[in-house]
């Protein structure tokens, strides 16, 4: 069964900043893996979508990775700003025939002026 | 554009009274779904739907119905809610049918059961 950890759970860093946020997963036959945004009381925001054959995915001050084989992705924001403070989610789709995402618990950003 | 809309955002239960929370989608998305998002305990799948007529479960569908009459409507029901099912719920869409690919959140419905 696959499993979606993000470590750490907190994370707070000084404005200007880079920084990379991690998601492991346990079974590397992955159909695809997202990268999601959620700001307090709202809903989540797709930020980047990596496709099973695809090694990184850019969009703006974003870049996510994926390395099946370690079994690990990560979402580097460069430059980052205060209003990059949010919670930020990871979600893999598995190679089955399910339509099922699995997701991480979050970290929870903070970035500070 | 609208996006997914759930209504309502915010409702409080008494255990044993039923309700549905409402989905609607503009994005002509056949994928649909139903999360409960618990502190702790992450986002967890309800049921899904991926056409017009075509529901499954998730992880965690006890006590819970869907319906797709409408490629647009995904409402989740409340048979008879319990304190279990005070949660954060989210509808979600996608415009894949074969896989799931970018999935798009609504606002959230935030449940009380008392």
């Known amino acids: 069964k696959q499993e979606v950890t993000q470590i750490p759970a907190a994370l707070s860093v000084p404005e200007g900043e880079n920084l990379v946020l991690n998601c492991s997963f346990t079974d590397s036959a992955i159909y695809n893996l997202q990268w999601f945004r959620q700001d307090p009381g709202k809903g989540l925001t797709s930020l980047l979508l990596i496709q099973s054959s695809q090694r990184e995915q850019t969009s703006g001050r974003l870049n996510a990775s994926l390395d099946k084989s370690s079994g690990r992705s990560t979402l580097y924001i460069a430059a980052s700003q205060p209003g990059d403070s949010a919670t930020y989610l990871c979600?893999?789709?598995?190679?089955?025939?399910?339509?099922?995402?699995?997701f991480g618990s979050g970290t929870r950003l903070l970035v500070r002026p | 554009n609208a996006g997914v809309t759930q209504t309502p955002k915010f409702q409080v239960l008494k255990t044993g009274q039923s309700m549905t929370l409402q989905c609607a989608q503009d994005?002509?998305?056949?994928?649909m779904s139903w999360y409960r998002q618990d502190p702790g305990m992450g986002l967890r799948l309800i049921h899904y739907s991926v056409g017009a007529g075509i529901t499954d479960q998730g992880e965690v569908p006890n006590g819970y119905n869907v319906s797709r009459s409408t490629t647009e409507d995904f409402p989740l029901r409340l048979l008879s809610a319990a304190p279990s099912q005070t949660s954060v719920y989210f509808c979600a869409s996608s415009y894949q049918r074969e896989s799931i690919g970018e999935l798009f959140f609504g606002e959230g419905s935030r449940l009380t059961v008392l």
């Open positions: 994005m002509n998305h056949e994928y």
């Open positions: 979600a893999s789709k598995g190679m089955d025939s399910s339509y099922k995402l699995i």
